[in-house]
């Protein structure tokens, strides 16, 4: 396999999270070697299957079948396939090939109760929707928003409803997920969608970032969080944002703005990683370490990530506050200020310093490159 055309050797990283005229060159390579590596295992699959599921998923449009290849669950099922794990890939995919062909065809009679791969639709025999005494939606027809007409903003499929397992030093818990209450599912989708519009008008090189790498957004609540805010990705489920609470009152637009474009980042840098271990050799012991940005206790590893994800964070707030955007400037302002302060503490170094012997060659460099940019958009 070739390697990826962003390297810690040419600072691609550092280019591709300025929001650039490269942004998208660059980082769309990396996507195009990731789709390479999911294609062959998809098709290998595909082949064994009927010649009715076969013949079915050759008709689909293009983007339904890559609604199914590029969806998280795929994903996940796939990579574990590759390492040899025991699961039923075959059954997935036909179910899912069935799926867009309900889509497609506005058919009724698959299985009740299927959702497509990505949690975009619910089909069953009747189309009148169905809830438990939760609250969450178990039947009928259901069609999610979708985000810049692809991205599903999803509550109730069983992907947005799985255990989000978190490290037990960090100091926000996802517990069990929770149906929302009456309205608050719509004030959360009204401020993904308003969020992402902002972003669209003020830089559209992120927005575009976000539509091409995002595949799913799960909206969560949870009363064990006492209300937090919080976005989390997971390399397990690559593509598929998670918003904790998006619904609360102090979520405001330019806090989700910045969340968007944080876990898509994550996202990008999952995917390059399924190309090239280009970070750090993921057998070792990395231990723990406090973030400079947030003060929280964190893996180390998470650090790495977290140093490009709030290098692209600083770069679109700098950006941002620098144009005639539609965002808050006071609270636009405020996020830089924090972004730009985690690169200028004393804690960016020293952690980092903290476990670098098992830094890949030239990894230190970058990071030392991205906090000088920083300075010197500070002066």
Same mark, same amino acid.
């Given at each position: 396999? /070739?390697?990826?055309?962003?390297?810690? +050797?040419?600072?691609?990283?550092?280019?591709?999270?300025?929001?650039?005229?490269?942004? =998208?060159?660059?980082?769309?390579?990396?996507? $195009?070697?990731?789709?390479?590596?999911?294609?062959?295992?998809?098709?290998?699959?595909?082949?064994?299957?009927?010649?009715?599921?076969?013949?079915?998923?050759?008709?689909?449009?293009?983007?339904?079948?890559?609604?199914? =290849?590029?969806?998280?669950?795929?994903?996940?099922?796939?990579?574990?396939?590759?390492?040899?794990?025991?699961?039923?890939?075959?059954?997935?995919?036909?179910?899912?090939?069935?799926?867009?062909?309900?889509?497609?065809?506005?058919? #009724?009679?698959?299985?009740?109760?299927?959702?497509?791969?990505?949690?975009?639709?619910?089909?069953?025999?009747?189309?009148?929707?169905?809830?438990?005494?939760?609250?969450?939606?178990?039947?009928?027809?259901? $069609?999610?928003?979708?985000?810049?007409?692809?991205?599903?903003?999803?509550?109730?499929?069983?992907?947005?409803?799985?255990?989000?397992?978190?490290?037990?030093?960090?100091?926000?818990?996802?517990?069990?997920?929770?149906?929302?209450?009456?309205?608050? +599912?719509?004030?959360?989708?009204?401020?993904?969608?308003?969020?992402?519009?902002?972003?669209?008008?003020?830089?559209?090189?992120? &927005?575009?970032?976000?539509?091409?790498?995002?595949?799913? =957004?799960? =909206?969560?609540?949870?009363?064990?969080?006492?209300?937090?805010?919080?976005?989390?990705?997971?390399?397990?489920?690559?593509?598929?944002?998670?918003?904790?609470?998006?619904?609360? /009152?102090?979520?405001?637009?330019?806090?989700? &703005? $910045?969340?968007?474009? #944080?876990?898509?980042?994550?996202?990008?840098?999952?995917? &390059?990683?399924?190309?090239?271990?280009?970070?750090?050799?993921?057998?070792?012991?990395?231990?723990?370490?406090?973030? &400079?940005?947030?003060?929280?206790?964190?893996?180390?590893?998470?650090?790495?990530?977290?140093?490009?994800?709030?290098?692209?964070?600083?770069?679109?707030?700098?950006?941002?506050?620098?144009?005639?955007?539609?965002?808050?400037? *006071?609270?636009?302002?405020?996020?830089?200020?924090?972004?730009?302060?985690?690169?200028?503490?004393?804690?960016? *170094?020293?952690?980092?310093?903290?476990?670098?012997?098992?830094?890949?060659?030239?990894?230190?460099?970058?990071?030392?490159?991205?906090?000088?940019?920083?300075?010197?958009?500070?002066?």
């Amino acid at each position: 396999m /070739d390697s990826p055309c962003i390297t810690i +050797e040419n600072s691609g990283y550092p280019d591709a999270f300025s929001w650039g005229d490269t942004t =998208i060159r660059l980082t769309d390579r990396v996507y $195009e070697q990731y789709l390479e590596v999911l294609l062959r295992v998809f098709i290998e699959e595909l082949s064994i299957l009927s010649k009715e599921i076969q013949e079915r998923f050759s008709t689909l449009p293009p983007e339904s079948k890559m609604r199914l =290849i590029e969806a998280p669950e795929t994903y996940n099922l796939l990579v574990r396939r590759l390492r040899g794990d025991k699961v039923d890939v075959r059954s997935w995919i036909a179910q899912s090939v069935e799926a867009e062909w309900a889509i497609l065809h506005r058919d #009724h009679t698959c299985k009740p109760g299927t959702w497509s791969a990505d949690g975009s639709f619910l089909f069953d025999k009747k189309t009148e929707v169905v809830r438990d005494s939760q609250g969450w939606i178990i039947g009928g027809w259901r $069609e999610n928003v979708l985000l810049d007409r692809k991205i599903p903003i999803d509550h109730h499929s069983p992907f947005a409803r799985r255990d989000m397992p978190v490290a037990e030093f960090r100091s926000v818990q996802y517990g069990d997920p929770e149906a929302f209450r009456s309205g608050d +599912e719509r004030k959360a989708v009204d401020k993904i969608v308003k969020s992402y519009e902002k972003i669209r008008i003020s830089l559209p090189v992120a &927005a575009d970032f976000i539509s091409r790498y995002a595949k799913a =957004i799960v =909206i969560r609540r949870s009363s064990h969080a006492d209300g937090v805010f919080q976005s989390a990705s997971r390399n397990a489920f690559i593509g598929q944002i998670v918003l904790l609470n998006a619904h609360a /009152d102090h979520v405001d637009h330019e806090y989700m &703005a $910045e969340s968007l474009v #944080h876990e898509s980042i994550h996202s990008l840098l999952w995917r &390059a990683e399924i190309l090239d271990h280009f970070l750090v050799d993921p057998e070792k012991e990395m231990g723990t370490v406090t973030s &400079a940005w947030s003060g929280e206790t964190i893996y180390y590893y998470t650090l790495l990530q977290a140093c490009f994800v709030w290098y692209g964070i600083f770069n679109f707030w700098n950006k941002v506050c620098n144009n005639h955007a539609v965002f808050d400037k *006071k609270r636009a302002g405020e996020l830089l200020e924090r972004s730009r302060r985690g690169f200028l503490s004393g804690e960016y *170094k020293r952690s980092l310093l903290s476990n670098s012997d098992n830094l890949k060659r030239g990894v230190l460099n970058v990071f030392e490159d991205m906090r000088n940019r920083v300075i010197a958009q500070s002066v």
